[in-house]
């Protein structure tokens, strides 16, 4: 990209709930190539945060490329060589990892996954409304 133009709101709006106490869930939503990506990755930058693009593979598949993600994210040798079967895992793996600043998990194309799995913004409800607290 040349040059990052503009989305100076938009920014602040990430950075106010960015430093709100506890665990904040936000959702990007858009046109296609309206700037979400750019955006979210502007605002990362200088954070640290994991960004995960999930794929049109199977839920399986986006499952074990974010856990390896998440293994790098944490520096988990245990979480990069388990075989996971569900999102709980991954998720708690890192709500049981104690950061320096606040962490940032992007799931971008988020999507995909509801796609291949139905379920799945069902499981990512709960297991938000299960984990935010910690
Ligand atoms: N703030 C910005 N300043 C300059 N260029 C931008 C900005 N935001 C986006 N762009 C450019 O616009 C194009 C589309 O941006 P981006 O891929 O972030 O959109 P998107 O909303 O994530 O699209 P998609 O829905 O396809 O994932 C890219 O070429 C990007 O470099
Ligand atoms: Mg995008």
Redesign the pocket.
């Known amino acids: 990209?040349?040059?990052?133009?503009?989305?100076e709101q938009e920014l602040d709006t990430l950075q106010s709930e960015y430093e709100r106490d506890g665990a904040s869930l936000v959702i990007l939503y858009?046109?296609?190539?309206?700037?979400?990506?750019?955006?979210i990755?502007?605002f990362i930058q200088d954070k640290k945060a994991l960004f995960f693009l999930a794929s049109e593979e199977s839920e399986s598949q986006n499952r074990t490329e974010f856990k390896n993600k998440t293994a790098d994210f944490i520096d988990s040798d245990l979480l990069r060589n388990a075989s996971v079967s569900n999102w709980d895992t991954i998720f708690k793996a890192i709500v049981d990892t104690a950061f320096e600043s606040k962490p940032i998990i992007v799931m971008?194309?988020f999507q995909y996954i509801g796609k291949s799995n139905p379920a799945f913004p069902s499981i990512f409800q709960r297991i938000w409304e299960e984990l935010r607290k910690r």
């Open positions: 990209m040349e040059k990052f133009i503009d989305r858009g046109r296609r190539r309206v700037g979400k990506t750019t955006l990755s502007e971008d194309e």
